[in-house]
């Protein structure tokens, strides 16, 4: 069985920056694209960014230039780099499975999840 736990998350003002942990468990994780996706309250959970097995990388276009997904395989965790950060930006941030391809696949469990919240 698959266990995510993040972390990193907290409190930042507009223009902050936050480094995201999450380890990964109970899968191969070298072979598994793996993903950042983040809740708002009120609205639905939104693909944020993917890292694929050969570190190819996908954004979506709101956090382009400002996030940035890496991967240490021998630590089996992913990692999200957040600059510039925004209010917009306020959401429970999970990882997850990604796909190859960039697009929305998560594995149907879900950890904890870290809260980042930006605010003046």
């Known amino acids: 069985q698959v266990q995510l736990v993040e972390s990193g998350g907290g409190l930042v003002q507009p223009g902050g920056s936050l480094r995201l942990s999450c380890a990964a468990s109970?899968?191969?994780?070298?072979?598994?694209?793996m993903a950042w996706y983040r809740q708002a309250p009120g609205k639905q959970r939104e693909l944020v960014a993917t890292?694929?097995?050969?570190?190819?990388?996908f954004y979506t276009d709101s956090v382009k230039g400002r996030f940035t997904i890496s991967r240490d395989n021998a630590k089996n965790t992913v990692y999200l780099q957040m600059d510039s950060l925004k209010p917009e930006d306020t959401a429970v941030y999970y990882c997850?499975?990604?796909?190859?391809?960039?697009?929305?696949?998560?594995?149907?469990?879900w950890g904890q999840g870290t809260q980042v919240t930006v605010v003046s």
């Open positions: 997850n499975r990604g796909s190859s391809s960039g697009t929305y696949y998560p594995w149907p469990a």
């Open positions: 890292i694929t097995s050969s570190s190819r990388t």
């Open positions: 109970g899968t191969i994780f070298s072979v598994i694209a």
